[in-house]
């Protein structure tokens, strides 16, 4: 009768195999301390040839011989060369981070449009500045036909602007024109396939 891996034990880490597994208990059965230290380091000259890819990464080594004491479940009595991990720190979950929470004054623009438009408020005014604020103007009219296909009146983008500089940049629709952004539609894939020609 054939024996499925599903019947056998549930291995600690998979990707090793059930081979390299076998090998963690067979090292742990031996009594002869210095035998297992050896067994111990011939695994993990085994493990690192399956995952040479690990050899790039800082503290390799260390990973390996936090995985064959995992996969011996702690068992395994030997000289460590590293501080394994303990079991207890297995699940523990990392610390969460601190996002700030910055009121954003119009979610479709975002943050970093209302970051780049206080920034344009500090150029001095002059040819750099105006291109700039019009770069910005545009972005935002983009931003608008993401949410919205109707079309944009450069007059809201403005209104939009200022209030965002808090008064400090003013564009007069009659005077500044921006980009006419269209829609395109996406293609369609026909239903019916044209009959080849004999």
């Known amino acids: 009768m054939l024996t499925y891996n599903s019947q056998l034990k549930k291995l600690a880490?998979?990707?090793?195999?059930?081979?390299?597994?076998?090998?963690v208990d067979y090292c742990c059965t031996i009594e002869d301390r210095d035998e297992r230290n050896k067994c111990a380091r011939s695994i993990i000259n085994t493990m690192s040839n399956l995952f040479p890819q690990l050899?790039?990464?800082t503290?390799?080594?260390?990973?390996?011989w936090d995985h064959l004491a995992i996969m011996?479940?702690?068992?395994?009595?030997?000289?460590f060369p590293y501080e394994v991990v303990k079991p207890e720190n297995l699940d523990s979950k990392p610390v969460p981070i601190k996002y700030k929470h910055e009121g954003i004054k119009m979610r479709h623009y975002g943050k970093i449009v209302d970051q780049m438009i206080q920034r344009a408020c500090?150029?001095?005014?002059?040819?750099e500045k105006e291109a700039l604020v019009m770069l910005i103007a545009n972005h935002m009219k983009k931003l608008i036909y993401q949410i919205s296909n109707e079309d944009v009146d450069d007059a809201k983008i403005f209104i939009d602007l200022?209030?965002?500089?808090?008064?400090?940049?003013?564009?007069?629709?009659?005077?500044h024109?921006?980009?006419?952004?269209?829609?395109?539609p996406s293609q369609q894939a026909t239903s019916s396939k044209k009959k080849k020609k004999k």
Do not use: C, W
Request: net charge negative; no cysteine; glycine share 6%.
């Open 55 to 57: 050899k790039q990464e």
């Open 72 to 79: 011996s479940n702690f068992t395994l009595d030997i000289d």
């Open 13 to 23: 880490l998979p990707e090793y195999g059930r081979n390299i597994q076998q090998m």
């Open 122 to 127: 500090e150029y001095p005014d002059g040819d």
């Open 162 to 175: 200022e209030f965002f500089s808090n008064g400090q940049i003013k564009l007069d629709p009659a005077t």
């Open 59 to 64: 503290d390799y080594e260390h990973k390996l």
């Open 177 to 184: 024109k921006l980009h006419a952004f269209k829609v395109v």
